[in-house]
């Protein structure tokens, strides 16, 4: 079964840093891109950013929102994924999901972890 | 980045009736090489994260009930629910996975009346 378990949110002033952990299990977590949405309350899902497998470097993409604050990286030997967050804005606030929802080869998993949320406020 | 519309953006149908969903694509998401089309939907409950319906526009997930389909291709996507029952009363999202970054319809919230 397949698992992804989001850890690290919390309440966090403007300006703040928080580090989110995703552990992965259930899949061959190496070969597969991984994704950070977020979505914060009452609205729809947002893209953050991406990290490749290391077939492709474990390059990262970012959205522009984020671009510069937030750092994306990998633990394949722990199968762990995070996000720093750095100099947080109160628009920053959201339930942050990890995800597959890249396509490997002809894969597609499509799977989501629960979340966590992040709260920045003073 | 392809922008993904959908329509509409909430509707309300009562028990067995059907529902369908659309979702546009800004440019094609369909992959010449393979004759697929990178797109997936999602159904969204209150307090649950996105939960995998439909993927490569048509294949339902395991464990999907049938009724939940896929149709389209290229820019042009549609969602039916054949006869909602009330355990349908969600959002629903499209995704395109053809291309960096991956984008989301703005969701569609289905009531059932």
């Known amino acids: 079964e397949v698992q992804l378990v989001e850890s690290g949110g919390g309440l966090v002033q403007p300006g703040g840093s928080l580090r989110l952990s995703c552990a992965a299990s259930g899949f061959t977590f190496s070969d597969h891109y991984m994704d950070w949405v977020r979505q914060a309350p009452g609205k729809g899902l947002e893209w953050v950013g991406r990290?490749?497998?290391?077939?492709?470097?474990?390059?990262?993409e970012y959205a522009a929102s984020v671009k510069g604050r937030f750092t994306i990286s990998r633990d394949d030997s722990n199968e762990l994924l995070f996000l720093q967050m750095n100099s947080l804005k109160t628009e920053d606030t959201a339930l942050y999901y990890c995800?597959?929802?890249?396509?490997?080869?002809?894969?597609?998993?499509?799977?989501w972890g629960q979340g966590t949320l992040v709260t920045v406020s003073s | 980045d392809i922008v993904m519309t959908q329509s509409p953006d909430s509707l309300a149908k009562s028990l067995g009736e059907r529902a369908t969903i659309s979702c546009k694509s800004s440019?094609?998401?369909?992959?010449?090489?393979?004759?697929?089309?990178?797109l997936a939907w999602y159904q969204q409950k209150s307090g649950q994260p996105p939960k995998l319906l439909i993927y490569w526009a048509s294949t339902r997930e395991s464990g999907v009930p049938d009724r939940f389909s896929g149709s389209g291709s290229g820019t042009d996507f549609t969602l039916t629910i054949s006869s909602l029952q009330a355990e349908d009363a969600a959002v629903y999202y499209c995704?395109?996975?053809?291309?960096?970054?991956?984008?989301f319809g703005q969701g569609t919230k289905v009531e059932i009346k």
């Open positions: 990290i490749r497998d290391k077939a492709n470097s474990y390059t990262t």
């Open positions: 995800a597959s929802i890249a396509v490997v080869g002809t894969e597609f998993l499509g799977y």
């Open positions: 440019q094609s998401v369909l992959y010449s090489s393979n004759s697929k089309n990178y």
């Open positions: 995704q395109q996975y053809y291309s960096t970054p991956p984008t």
